[in-house]
Each structure stands twice: as structure tokens, then as C-alpha cells.
């Protein structure tokens, strides 16, 4: 199996967030929901984010963009490295994909990420995300020792579950497709 490339990954996972947004800013725009769950979501996960300016959109949509370049940047090179120590050590040929390596990957970028989400919030207190890690990661009280280390069990259980999830499925369909090649 060919090395993933994080370029095709960044501008899809960037184009999936922005229409994500798009649909939720002017879903907001045009009915006005003021108690929507999502619209709160942005204001918790966008850095300085606000209903209440252009700029204020604009800004979201770059923090979007980039978002879908961390992740793919981070998560990507990190899945290609376990890839190959794994099917190095197994001496894995195969074209599917394989749990170990996607789960590390994910966990790793999972504890990457909330590491320094919490120094974020050490530096900017004001733009906590406390409100999002604790609807997320139960047990999670705000930004301590003890909350911490809750939150890293948590981000290593979400990818543990998710790559359980998403190698079967990603391997069923690409095994459908290869089997149409042939």
C-alpha cells in the first residue's frame, strides 16, 4: 500500500468543514435559532468567534481551513510511520488497512491535540474550551492534573473506538473495490 498523502487529505477534510459551516452559519442566518446546540459549538471550538460580525465569519471559515490542515498534517505523517513500522514487522503486504497502526495515529493525534488545547487554556483562559471537553470526555472538570490525565484516558478510548470502527468498514469497501478492479 502506497505512503497517504496529507495534501489530498487537508483540502478535503478543509472543503468538508467549510460547507459544514456554511450550512450551519446561514441555517442560523435565516431562522434565527438562538438555543441551537451547533451554534454553541462554534462559539467553543472557534477561537474569538461570534455571531455578530462579518469578521467574525471570515475568521472561522481560515480557522476552519486550517483545522483541516492540522489534522490532516498531524494525523497523516503519523499514520504513515506506525503503517510501516507495523507491516515492517509483520512483513504486511496487503492492501487493507490495518487497526494498530490507525489506532496509534489516532490516539496520538487525539493526545497531540488535547495537550495543547489545555495549554491554550492556560494561556488564554478567557477561550477555554472547558465547556467542549467536558460535554466530550466525562469526568473532565477543567484545566488540572486530575482533569488532564481523565482526558487522556478518554482521547485514548475515542481512538481506540474509532479506529475499530472505521478500519472494518474502510477494509469492506476497499476489499468491494478492488474485488470490481480485478
Given amino acids: 500500500m502506497k505512503r ?3 495534501y489530498p487529505v487537508a483540502v478535503a477534510l478543509s472543503f468538508i468543514f467549510l460547507i459544514l459551516y456554511t450550512a450551519c452559519i446561514s441555517l442560523h442566518l435565516a431562522v434565527d435559532i438562538s438555543n441551537w446546540p451547533m451554534a454553541r459549538l462554534w462559539e467553543m471550538t472557534l477561537f474569538g468567534f461570534s455571531w455578530v460580525s462579518t469578521l467574525s465569519y471570515f475568521t472561522g471559515a481560515l480557522e476552519l481551513l486550517l483545522a483541516g490542515f492540522y489534522i490532516a498534517y498531524t494525523l497523516i505523517p503519523l499514520y504513515n510511520y506506525f503503517d510501516q513500522k507495523h507491516r515492517h514487522q509483520e512483513g504486511i503486504t496487503m492492501k487493507a488497512i490495518h487497526f494498530k497502526p490507525v489506532a496509534l495515529a489516532l490516539t496520538l493525534f487525539g493526545v ?57 468498514i474502510y477494509n469492506y469497501f476497499r476489499s468491494a473495490e478492488l474485488a470490481e478492479v480485478d
Avoid: H
Avoid at 472538570?141 to 479506529?163: C, E, H, P, R
Fill in 112 to 168: 497531540i491535540t488535547f495537550t495543547l488545547c489545555n495549554l491554550f487554556d492556560l494561556v488564554f483562559p478567557r477561550w477555554a474550551m472547558d465547556e467542549l471537553w467536558q460535554i466530550l470526555l466525562p469526568g473532565y472538570t477543567g484545566v488540572n492534573w486530575s482533569s488532564y490525565f481523565i482526558g487522556l484516558i478518554g482521547i485514548v478510548a475515542y481512538g481506540l473506538y474509532i479506529a475499530g470502527v472505521f478500519v472494518p
Fill in 4 to 6: 497517504l498523502q496529507p
